[in-house]
């Protein structure tokens, strides 16, 4: 039995002020909390290798010791000789920041198109990749794909990674199929025993069909809510279990494994005051409802309410175990978010 460990999408560094001007519950930690608990879980459970499908980070230009905290954890983990492949995702540019620490010898990055290969128990395995193609995938994956795969010997288990929206892929309420930033399913190869991506923070595991042979697709999403879209998903990692049968290495099994998250609701006010201690007791009631590490997104669009709702109230009346933000209005080009 061989397994892999599975993540994506970790958006390291959101809400983590380095100097924060006021004290209040952030969710900075969180991010950091379920990246720590994915390699932790990889260690315990004597995972064979690691895998992260890109944004690492929350976006390109990340504060130092942002970078910093990240890449100390990583490089205990790496210790550990458990191997720790990613691919550089749209938040990355496409290119990690460059580090010391990052030149482990544990640790691979595909800083372009190409293959790692990992021998462990008695099975090669072969990770082929390329950085996040941020316009018109569809019109250079043949391309990148014979670059990346030039030279190769034949393995045991040849395994695609990337970080890219493939067809069929889905967020809530939308189903990827065509555009060229969409990937194809008929371009992807007939003789992978499984295509890794990032990108897509809804997790989801779907197949396709080339020359007799089923093969998944396999989105972790991110290990933390990263917007109210993602409100209802469940957030975690995907732990893959290949096994030898008489025929060669299989794919036996994809297990999600769930990570904790705090509650993530949004409150909505739409009463009309002018009067601050009606909108207080209002608000008051309506957050001694929710669970107490709520993150919660609140929104009003009454103007004359709105005019009420200052940072120092919203400051005073929400529970230290909260983290509460206030949505920006309505605007009708850009939508909620
Ligand atoms: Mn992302």
Redesign the pocket.
């Known amino acids: 039995m061989l397994k892999i460990v599975f993540f ?2 970790t ?1 390291l560094g959101v809400d983590y002020p380095i100097k924060p001007k006021v004290d209040r519950r952030r969710r900075g930690e969180d991010f950091f909390n379920n990246y720590k608990k994915v390699l932790d879980y990889a260690i315990e459970s004597k995972a064979d290798l690691v895998v992260h499908g ?2 690492f980070f929350f976006r390109s230009k990340v504060p130092a010791s942002i970078v910093d905290k990240a890449y100390d954890i990583l490089y205990d983990f790496a210790e550990n000789e458990i191997p720790f492949v990613i691919v550089p ?3 990355e540019r496409s290119v990690l920041p460059s580090s010391i620490l990052m030149n482990h010898k544990n640790i691979y990055i595909f800083d372009e198109p190409s293959t790692f290969f990992f021998k462990k128990k008695n099975a090669v395995i072969g990770i082929t990749g390329f950085p996040n193609i941020r316009n018109g995938i569809r019109l250079q994956f043949e391309q990148i794909f014979t670059e990346a795969i030039e030279g190769n010997p034949d393995v045991d288990i040849k395994l695609l990674l990337m ?1 890219q929206a493939i067809q069929e892929s889905k967020i809530e309420g939308y189903t990827f199929r065509y555009g060229i930033d969409v990937l194809p399913l008929e371009m992807l190869p007939a003789d992978y025993q499984a295509i890794l991506s ?2 897509i ?1 809804k997790a989801q595991v779907f197949y396709y069909e080339k020359k007799e042979n089923r093969i998944p697709v396999i989105y972790p999403g ?1 290990t933390e809510r ?1 917007s109210v879209v993602e409100m209802v998903e469940e957030k975690g990692f995907y732990e893959i279990i290949f096994e030898e049968s008489e025929t060669g290495w299989k794919l036996l099994e994809t297990k999600f494994h769930i990570l904790p998250t705090r509650p993530m609701v949004r409150l909505d006010i739409t009463r009309l005051t002018e009067d601050e201690r009606v909108l207080r007791n209002l608000l008051e009631a309506e957050l001694s409802k929710l669970d107490k590490d709520s993150v919660v997104r609140l929104r009003c669009e009454i103007p004359e309410t709105r005019k009420l709702l200052k940072a120092e109230l919203l400051r005073e009346l929400t529970p230290k175990t909260m983290t509460l933000t206030l949505a920006p209005v309505y605007q009708k080009r850009k939508g909620w978010i």
Do not use: I, L, R
């Open positions: 994506a999408d958006h890109g944004d995702g749209n938040h970080h990032g990108h923070h991110s990263t």
